[in-house]
C-alpha cells in the first residue's frame, strides 16, 4: 500500500509540476537532457532537447531547478516517507540516469524509450514518463500525462 501510495503521490507532483513548467521545445535523443525525480529503480522523467548555445542551456538549467524543487516541496508537502532521499535530475543525461537507476548495470538511452500513445518516438513537449527499471538493459516506460 504504501508503494502504491508513494508512487500516485509522486506521479501527482510530477504531473503538476511538469504543467506548470515552461520549458524549450523538447525533441528525441540528440542532445538530450532529463528533468526528474527518482527512487531506486523508479523513476518519473521529463526529456528536453539539450539547446544549443549558453542562453538555450542556461534556460534549461533554471526550468529543471524550478521542476526539481516544486518535487521537493510537493513531496515533503505529500508527507511522502524518505522524501529527502529521492534523487533529483536537474538537466542529466539519458545514460547517466539509466546507469544511476540500474546500480551500474545498464546505461542505455532510456530516451529511446519515450514514445507517443501511437508508439512512435516521443517528439512531444512537456511529457512525463514513468521509467522503471527491469534488470539487463530492460526499462518499463509509462507516459504519465
Given at each position: ?7 500516485s ?12 513548467v ?15 525525480i527518482?527512487?531506486?529503480?523508479v ?5 528536453l ?12 538549467n533554471?526550468a ?13 508537502d ?68
Amino acid at each position: 500500500m504504501q508503494k502504491i501510495l508513494l508512487t500516485s503521490a509522486a506521479a501527482f507532483v510530477f504531473a503538476i509540476a511538469a504543467s506548470s513548467v515552461s520549458v524549450p521545445e523538447a525533441e528525441a535523443q540528440k542532445g538530450s537532457r532529463l528533468c526528474g525525480i527518482a527512487n531506486g529503480p523508479v523513476a518519473m522523467l521529463v526529456e528536453l532537447k539539450q539547446p544549443k548555445g549558453k542562453k538555450g542551456r542556461k534556460k534549461v538549467n533554471s526550468a529543471c531547478k524550478k521542476l526539481a524543487a516544486e518535487f521537493r516541496q510537493g513531496l515533503t508537502d505529500g508527507g511522502v516517507p524518505n522524501a529527502a532521499s529521492w534523487k533529483y535530475y536537474q538537466r542529466a543525461e539519458c545514460e547517466g540516469v539509466a546507469k544511476e537507476m540500474s546500480g551500474g548495470r545498464s546505461s542505455a538511452d532510456i530516451c529511446e524509450g519515450f514514445k507517443d500513445q501511437n508508439g512512435n518516438p516521443a517528439m512531444e513537449r512537456e511529457k512525463a514518463y514513468k521509467v522503471t527499471y527491469k534488470g539487463g538493459n530492460n526499462f518499463e516506460f509509462e507516459r504519465l500525462n
